[in-house]
């Protein structure tokens, strides 16, 4: 930021304000008491004097004015700047608002999926388990089918062997 003559030194007076403001008041008085011309509202001056009064007034006033000046150039240039840095501040924050706001989508986004992909995954799981369920009850029915013809066989093959088998001789006494 720039320095202004204020912040290296104290502030400045007016070395002729009084007189400036006497001119001033002098200039009022002039135009009050001033002479009306004939039927009309005007008023006659002395134009001489009036001049000299302005004159005198911008001989005491550019240091001032230049100044003045200055200071609202300067308070421009730093309205200017501060503009700038809040169009600035308010683009980043947008930009970075923008970001969060895909950032959440995304977020969202993956946890839809992921939501679907386990609903799916515990879908496919019960359906796999049941195929499991309903294949091996199958082989366990198709399993006992057989186990009982053989244990007919069985059965039957011993009853055959049993009656094939020799009556047991009477051994004397």
């Known amino acids: 930021m720039s320095e202004t003559p204020d912040d ?3 502030p400045v007076e007016l070395p002729d304000a009084a007189g400036v403001v006497e001119l001033i008041d002098g200039l009022i008085l002039g135009v ?12 006659r ?4 004097a009036m001049i000299r009064a302005l004159q005198q007034i911008k001989a005491e006033l550019p240091e001032e004015l230049r100044t003045a000046r200055w200071m609202i150039r300067e308070r421009e240039a730093f309205i200017s700047r501060t503009q700038e840095k809040a169009t ?13 706001v895909s950032e959440s989508h995304v977020l969202a986004e993956a946890v839809e999926e992921a939501n679907t992909l386990v609903r799916q995954a515990e879908g496919d799981g019960r359906r796999i388990r049941l195929e499991a369920e309903d294949f091996a009850e ?9 186990f009982a013809k053989l244990l007919k066989q069985i059965r039957e093959s011993r009853a ?4 094939a ?6 051994v004397p006494e």
């Open 8 to 10: 290296q030194q104290e």
């Open 138 to 146: 199958d082989r366990l029915q198709h399993l006992e089918i057989l």
């Open 88 to 100: 600035q501040i308010r683009s980043e924050a947008g930009e970075h608002a923008r970001e969060l």
């Open 45 to 48: 001056l002395d134009r001489e």
């Open 160 to 163: 055959e062997f049993h009656r």
């Open 32 to 43: 009050e008491q001033g002479r009306s011309v004939p039927l009309s509202d005007q008023v």
């Open 165 to 170: 088998r020799p009556a047991p001789t009477e």
